[in-house]
Each structure stands twice: as structure tokens, then as C-alpha cells.
Nanobody, 115 residues
Framework: QVQLVESGGGSVQAGGSLRLSCQAS????????MGWYRQVPGKQRELVTT???????NYADSVKGRFTISRDNAKNTAYLQMTSLRPEDTAVYYC?????????WGQGTLVTVSS
């Protein structure tokens, strides 16, 4: 059973930075596509970024140039470095793992950006 544990959320002023971490249990992490999604109450969950097992990345237009996804397969951990944060980045951020037909979500971590 794969589980994802996120950490690193919190409150920051606009223009600040935060780094989120997502640690996975099990042995399939290095073969998986890892992603970060976010959700604001009353809105659909949206894709922020993904990284393949080969390190290929994809970003939503709204975060390009400000957010960076990375992974450390030796630590079974994915990261989301967020810089130049804006109030509209406020959301619950969820880590996601995809491997073949398996999809796993983390519990979510709240990021609040104040103006």
C-alpha cells in the first residue's frame, strides 16, 4: 500500500517562498509520475505541475517561472519549490502519484499567501 505524506505548507506574504515535500512509502516511487495539484474551496482541483520518472516536467501556465518540481528517488520524496507567491496561489496543495493503474493522493497541505 502506497501512502503519501506532505509537509511544508504554511502562511507567507506575497512575494515569499515555500517548499512543499511529499514522501512516499513503498518501492514504486522511482517508477511513478509525481504531481502537485491545488484546490480552493468551491472550485475544482487543478493541476499545478508533474514530473515523470525520467525527470520531464510540466507546469500550469499560472505557475511557470515561479514554481519548480523536483524529486529525489533515493529519498522517495518529491518537492515543490514555490517562489514569488501571490495571494491567488492560496489553496490546499495535494501530492499525487501515478503508476500504471494506481493513483494515490496525499492528505493535502494548506498554503496561505497574504497581500
Amino acid at each position: 500500500q502506497v501512502q503519501l505524506v506532505e509537509s511544508g505548507g504554511g502562511s507567507v506574504q506575497a512575494g515569499g517562498s515555500l517548499r512543499l515535500s511529499c514522501q512516499a512509502s513503498g518501492s514504486i516511487f522511482s517508477f511513478s509520475i509525481m504531481g502537485w495539484y491545488r484546490q480552493v474551496p468551491g472550485k475544482q482541483r487543478e493541476l499545478v505541475t508533474t514530473i515523470t520518472s525520467y525527470g520531464n516536467t510540466n507546469y500550469a501556465d499560472s505557475v511557470k517561472g515561479r514554481f519548480t518540481i523536483s524529486r529525489d528517488n533515493a529519498k522517495n520524496t518529491a518537492y515543490l519549490q514555490m517562489t514569488s507567491l501571490r495571494p491567488e496561489d492560496t489553496a490546499v496543495y495535494y501530492c499525487n502519484l501515478k503508476y500504471r493503474t494506481l493513483e494515490v493522493w496525499g492528505q493535502g497541505t494548506l498554503v496561505t499567501v497574504s497581500s
